[in-house]
């Protein structure tokens, strides 16, 4: 028995680059779980709001640039305006530059520091301000396997990556005395439009998956559940925790 440890019902979530791959995923799962949703993205996708909406859930949502100055407060506001509360937020929104660190423009590393890192640490501020009224909250960070490796041509999204996975242990040391759990998942190689090139190369995709004990990608139903069980009263007593959904990859 269960006893509605996994039930989300009532529950308000704000979801973060919720269009498409993981964001969706996790916006779905949540929903199913019974939460309402506000979904924040560079760019509207009715079709998915269309589809939550569908299982009784009710669902807003704004467009947001969180490089923009004041974008995260935007987001957080509009939420609280829409729903009276937050009781889950989930950080995930991310971008990526791929290129040899040598020839990586500071733009890049300013755009992906500012929606990957800084973002994220002002939505979790603006929200807790909520949760902490009333000693209840949930915070999911979206770290990655390079918050443990260093990963190729990427070393700005390594960087906000690892930042992700020590914000995560700050936060959670100050705010589990006020009842909010704050924690990341850090998926492994997903089936996502990042990684589409990745699959589609025979070469690196068979490296790839021979790494893999699970031998298959993600898919961002697997993050899903995760991220159901972290926004849960199943995961009281989880805090500060970076949980790895990488099929085994980071035990070989």
Excluded: C
């Amino acid at each position: 028995m269960t006893n509605g440890l996994f039930d989300l019902t009532g529950k308000i979530a704000v979801v973060t680059g919720a269009s498409t791959g993981l964001g969706a995923g996790i916006a779905r799962a949540l929903a199913a779980a019974g939460a309402d949703l506000f979904l924040a993205d560079h760019a509207e996708r009715p079709e998915l709001r269309r589809e939550i909406a569908a299982m009784g859930r009710r669902v807003e949502g704004m467009t947001a640039d969180l490089r923009a100055p004041g974008a995260p407060a935007s987001v957080t506001a509009a939420a609280l305006k829409a729903f009276g509360r937050i009781d889950i937020l989930v950080n995930n929104a991310g971008i990526i530059r791929r290129r040899p660190a040598l020839e990586a423009a500071e733009s890049d590393w300013d755009d992906v520091l500012a929606v990957n890192a800084k973002a994220p640490f002002l939505l979790a501020q603006a929200a807790a301000r909520d949760m902490v009224r009333r000693k209840a909250g949930k915070i999911i960070n979206i770290a990655s396997l390079l918050s443990f490796q260093g990963g190729i041509l990427v070393p700005s999204y390594a960087a906000s990556k690892g930042a992700i996975a020590q914000l995560t242990k700050a936060l959670a040391n100050e705010w589990a005395s006020s009842g909010i759990n704050v924690n990341a998942i850090a998926p492994g190689y997903m089936e996502t439009d990042n990684t589409k090139a990745l699959r589609e190369d025979p070469v690196r995709s068979k490296a790839i998956l021979d790494r893999i004990p699970a031998g298959r990608w993600g898919t961002p139903a697997d993050v899903g559940g995760t991220a159901v069980f972290l926004a849960s009263r199943a995961s009281d007593y989880v805090n500060g925790h970076v949980l790895a959904v990488d099929g085994g990859w980071l035990a070989r």
